[in-house]
């Protein structure tokens, strides 16, 4: 049995005539010989924001399991929205929540991880059903409560499904014709990428392009799934998540991206002793606070020492509230929520020098001072003011020749 599995953002589900739509692109893929499909939906477009921003109100942290009920709720309303919409248009249609097929987690409430998908569930209800509508972004605990997967979590949702039901391809249907060499609200001039490589946009992803979730591009490049990413109101191809070696041009920069996700947190007089810097991201771990960017300066006199990291925006409050109980011991703690993370990524970066005086240059001449510098083999991360964000983006983007 031939198994597509189809992704749809929160833009492509957004109103009616977004659903309307959709069922045009699940009818032509039906009248073209696929004829079991399995739709995995976003919330509509507002709607987990909305829902996020009423449970704050009551609790600002969202490793509560509260939270996972209260904003899981989005996608089932979606869900069962298209799923009704279908079966009025002839086509047999079900909606499916992530607890009834189950879709196990671990109990990380609101961040959750994927550890197994009944996919016997799943085949049993498409010998009844030409497609199956899943709520993504949410799955089941060992304690058999609802999880949620993280924001952006139905990329996820819809690859691990893929990788379940042995379908080769994942369709991702968004907003924009695909993945583009930078945000093309921010830039112009920004292009569609053909091809790119797994390790490229696992790149991207993390460091805060929104096409794709990262944990997606994990899963696709474990289980070997092609991730198509394509407009949902267009009929054109749009980009490949390829291995690299099926990447025949290797460009030095193929993308930037900027992150406006995270917060700068320094530990200022700090005892320079062996093994501190340990004990203050093992108490960060410990609280399921990830750590990205790390930045250790000494004195003068090597007595005290400074450290700058980052973490996500949402743990920010979190992150400085178990610093401050914990037995380190530090002069003065500051954090900064008003920083961008300036990302460039490519393959080629591997085989060609010089990259990152382009990247250096090129933001002194517009004036724009680097906080912290980060680097992977394939990346070059800078964190600077976020108010300079667009004119990074541009001078970077004009730099590397990434324009149309």
């Known amino acids: 049995m031939s198994i597509l599995v189809m992704k749809f953002g929160g833009t492509s589900v957004a109103n009616l005539n977004r659903i309307k739509n959709l069922y045009k692109l699940v009818k032509q893929k039906i009248d073209s010989g696929q004829k079991k499909l399995v739709i995995v939906v976003s919330a509509m477009s507002g709607v987990t924001n909305s829902l996020v921003k009423e449970f704050k109100k009551i609790d600002d942290e969202i490793n509560n399991p509260e ?14 929205i298209i799923s009704a919409y279908l079966n009025k248009k002839g086509i047999r249609s ?7 097929i189950p879709i196990f987690t671990d109990d990380h409430y609101g961040k959750s991880k994927i550890q197994s998908i009944d996919h016997k569930t799943l085949k049993k209800f498409l010998k009844k059903f030409d497609v199956l ?25 819809a690859v691990a499904i893929s990788a379940a039901l042995n379908s080769p391809t994942c369709e991702i249907y968004t907003d924009v014709k695909g993945i583009y060499s930078a945000d093309p609200r921010l830039i112009k001039n920004a292009k569609k990428i ?29 289980y070997d799934i092609n991730i198509h990413v394509r407009s949902s109101f267009m009929r054109k191809l749009g980009s490949m998540v ?6 025949l041009e290797k460009e030095v920069v193929t993308g930037i991206s900027a992150s406006e996700n995270d917060a700068n947190i320094s530990l200022k007089g700090i005892p320079d002793k062996p093994g501190v810097a340990g004990q203050i991201f093992s108490i960060l771990a410990d609280a399921d606070i990830n750590v990205d960017m790390i930045v250790q300066n000494i004195t003068d006199d090597g007595k005290f020492a400074s450290i700058t990291f980052t973490v996500p925006l949402d743990d920010c409050k979190k992150a400085v509230k178990v610093l401050r109980n914990s037995k380190i011991k530090f002069k003065k703690i500051f954090f900064d929520t008003k920083i961008c993370k300036i990302s460039i990524v490519g393959v080629g970066m591997k085989s ?8 250096f240059e090129t933001l002194a001449k517009k004036n724009i001072n680097i906080k912290v510098i980060s680097t992977s083999e394939i990346k070059i991360s800078v964190l600077i003011e976020s108010h300079k964000k667009k004119v990074a983006l541009n001078s970077l983007h004009k730099a590397y020749g990434l324009g149309l």
């Open 194 to 222: 053909k091809n790119i490589t797994y390790e490229e946009i696992l790149e991207m992803a993390a460091l805060g392009s929104k096409v794709l979730h990262p944990r997606s591009v994990e899963l696709a490049m474990k």
């Open 67 to 80: 939270y996972d009920v209260v904003v899981s709720t989005g996608e089932q309303y979606s869900s069962a």
């Open 242 to 247: 390829v291995k690299e070696e099926n990447k």
């Open 94 to 100: 079900r909606s499916l929540m992530g607890w009834q």
């Open 352 to 359: 060609n020098v010089g990259v990152a005086k382009v990247m």
């Open 133 to 157: 509508v899943i709520a993504g972004f949410q799955g089941i605990s060992s304690e058999n409560r609802i999880t949620t997967l993280g924001r952006g979590g139905s990329d996820t949702s």
